[in-house]
């Protein structure tokens, strides 16, 4: 919804007795910040105040997309902590819900990133208990009274998708938070003895801070794993965590939720079409609160099995059960957005999304992406993003991660049997055969992706997979990596090997390697793994929230709100992955499994048979195209023996070599794919 950029000073550098003095910015629709600061001497950071109140302003300038219909700060009165915000305004378009916030008293000041569902529900309830005066309809107002109220355990209270900074002034106490899954951004360092929070990194480069790789995150690809970013000393709030900071510079991170799996031991006594129901309650629950705004609301629709179900169920509200969308009634305010690729690629999905859309009687709008559409923008793309990506595709959902869907998931769900679902039909026979079928796919699979695959049998590997109790879809995970090769020699001399693998093991903590190891099915390990790994740090990320607010739209994701999502995790996992046993006659390789089985099941009545039966299809833009083309001419141009060795780390050698097979691969693959298109 919009983005932060917030300062605190770590160290007092002397004192200011003339309170009255505190900044104020005006944003740009006209609107004053306004609130008192205590106290009359403070501690103040080494900056003037007219240059902090400048910079914080080229800062959220840095951030603008986030925020194109306003733009605030506030600084303290001693100069420490300055507030700034870049506004989309989504609920309350009025300058009432302009940030940053302020309580009565002057004691609480916030800036929020995000949607907070069900707020009208937690502010009357708040209204009767508190008589907390509300002075906007702002579903982010809701932060300030439950902290007065709460303290740091209001977190508990909030559903949506979010990040919030806060200062106390009070206990002179500053406050950062990111909602449970990170679909919202949140990276802090320090510059200066000072310590710098905002929504991308990029607001950091006008208060001072200066870009460098942090070499030893590349290595190991810790970037997409842990808390680390590409950049040097720049740092992600973990997903369902909070850090505070006081008045003497001391930061204390904390854990405030966490994804949980029952006993794998324990049988679960609900009926499938119990579970069916309930999972599709849940879900439409889900989706009805996310349709809350003061501005119209589309669905992103490819030809697959989430999205479809997404706009399904929102047309079933809206149409059967009278649920405002965007504040607006009647199917005739939906719109489907897809994008189209080249038919001929393979993977262009956009007429199974527009049968879709067909089907439910709503507009549909494609984007067509061709190769000249993908060079054009390639570079802003990147620019949001923050990282790299290992394709061209710039979209996410979450559902994967919930409800079982990779491949990658297989291996790992008929690795032990399953005794919440006794019934399951899979045998310990029928589970060795479609093993050994696995990971012939699975050599296939990286083969033809050109990936680097982790050898499992190594001692690091073979330890880091153990903790993990030994579970198999940390492999693909990180496999995604750049060669050791690809790396200068004296890398290796001053950080020592990498292992990516052992970087995936150490996300999790040692209570949840516990619980792997004695409690949850290797499936929910698995699904757990990637949850706080690829899906925060890349599906949500230049998938989802930057290639979203690069053009100031908010996305929303039903599938990982927390109630849904913990409702989800507690079901065993033959209902996730179903196996569909051999009939009488048949030999064990007629058996195949259905993915997401329970979502499949919940969403039946609101999708197409077409996506009821079609088979998943990852999603992703093409990376096949001709050689002397627009992209290979583009790579071409950055890939140069010059750019190489002025980053500093990277082997110009083996770049070269891999630009030579990586040309010769994909002039093989584009004439084999013209020749299938003939």
């Excluded at 951004?185 to 607001?203: C, I, N």
């Excluded at 979209?395 to 079982?404: K, L, Q, Y």
């Excluded at 019934?423 to 296939?444: C, F, M, P, W």
């Excluded at 209902?575 to 051999?582: D, F, S």
Aim: charged share 25%; aromatic share 10%.
């Amino acid at each position: 919804m919009c983005g932060i950029s917030t300062v605190f000073a770590l160290t007092r550098r002397g004192y200011l007795h003339n309170p009255g003095q505190r900044k104020q910015r005006a944003n740009d629709s006209g609107y004053n910040s306004t609130g008192t600061d205590s106290g009359s001497a403070s501690p103040v950071s080494q900056h003037k105040d007219d240059d902090l109140v400048t910079s914080l302003d080229n800062s959220l300038g840095q951030i603008k997309h986030r925020g194109p219909d306003s733009r605030g700060q506030w600084i303290s009165d001693d100069g420490r902590i300055a507030l700034g915000h870049v506004r989309l305004a989504i609920n309350d378009l009025s300058l009432d819900g302009a940030q940053p916030l302020h309580n009565d008293e002057g004691t609480i000041h916030a800036v929020v990133n995000g949607e907070l569902y069900t707020s009208d529900e937690i502010r009357e309830e708040l209204a009767r208990k508190t008589k907390y005066p509300f002075k906007s309809t702002s579903d982010s107002e809701i932060v300030l009274a439950l902290y007065q109220e709460h303290g740091p355990s209001f977190l508990k209270f909030l559903r949506g998708e979010f990040a919030i900074c806060l200062f106390d002034s009070a206990t002179q106490t500053f406050f950062a938070a990111r909602d449970r899954y990170g679909v919202k951004p949140l990276f802090y360092t320090t510059v200066d003895d000072r310590l710098l929070v905002a929504s991308e990194a990029k607001a950091f480069i006008p208060l001072g801070w200066k870009p460098q790789w942090d070499v030893k995150c590349l290595m190991d690809e810790g970037w997409r794993q842990d808390s680390r970013t590409p950049f040097l000393g720049v740092h992600k709030v973990r997903p369902g965590h909070y850090f505070t900071c006081n008045s003497a510079g001391f930061m204390e991170h904390r854990q405030y939720w966490d994804s949980e799996y029952p006993d794998k031991a324990i049988p679960d006594l609900r009926t499938e079409g119990t579970i069916v129901s309930d999972v599709r309650e849940r879900l439409l629950d889900s989706i009805r609160i996310r349709l809350r705004a003061d501005v119209p609301v589309g669905v992103y629709l490819s030809g697959g099995l989430d999205s479809s179900a997404v706009a399904g169920m929102m047309c079933h509200l809206i149409q059967e059960e009278g649920v405002k969308s965007g504040g607006q009634s009647g199917l005739e305010r939906v719109t489907c957005f897809s994008i189209a690729f080249d038919q001929n690629s393979g993977l262009d999905e956009s007429e199974i999304a527009r049968r879709t859309a067909e089907h439910l009687g709503v507009k549909f709008v494609p984007k067509y992406m061709n190769e000249e559409e993908i060079v054009k923008r390639f570079e802003d793309a990147v620019w949001h993003a923050e990282h790299q990506n290992y394709d061209l595709n710039f979209v996410g959902e979450g559902a994967d991660e919930v409800f079982g869907g990779y491949p990658a998931h297989l291996r790992d769900f008929i690795r032990e049997s399953d005794p919440s679902w006794p019934v399951s039909g899979l045998s310990n026979e029928l589970r060795q055969y479609h093993q050994d079928l696995i990971d012939t796919k699975t050599a296939d699979y990286y083969a033809h992706r050109a990936l680097d695959p982790i050898d499992p049998t190594t001692r690091p590997s073979r330890i880091a997979l153990a903790q993990l109790n030994s579970i198999t879809s940390p492999l693909p995970m990180a496999s995604y990596r750049f060669p050791s090769s690809m790396f200068s020699p004296w890398t290796h001399l001053v950080y020592g090997p990498s292992f990516p693998l052992n970087v995936v093991a150490a996300n999790s903590d040692g209570r949840v390697r516990a619980l792997m190891q004695d409690k949850w099915h290797p499936l929910h390990s698995a699904l757990y793994c990637w949850s706080k790994g690829n899906l925060p740090n890349v599906l949500l990320a230049c998938l989802g929230d930057r290639a979203e607010m690069a053009h100031s739209i908010e996305g929303r994701v039903p599938f990982i709100d927390h109630k849904l999502a913990s409702f989800i995790n507690a079901i065993p996992p033959s209902l996730k992955i179903k196996y569909n046993p051999p009939k009488p006659g048949q030999d064990a390789s007629a058996g195949t499994f259905t993915e997401k089985w329970i979502l499949r099941e919940a969403a039946r009545p609101f999708i197409t048979d077409e996506i009821y039966y079609r088979k998943k299809h990852g999603y992703a833009a093409p990376t096949v195209w001709p050689v002397g083309g627009a992209l290979h001419n583009m790579f071409k141009s950055l890939i140069t023996r010059e750019n190489v060795e002025r980053l500093g780390f990277v082997a110009w050698d083996q770049v070269k070599c891999l630009w030579v097979v990586l040309s010769q691969k994909f002039d093989v693959q584009t004439a084999t794919v013209s020749e299938k298109s003939r």
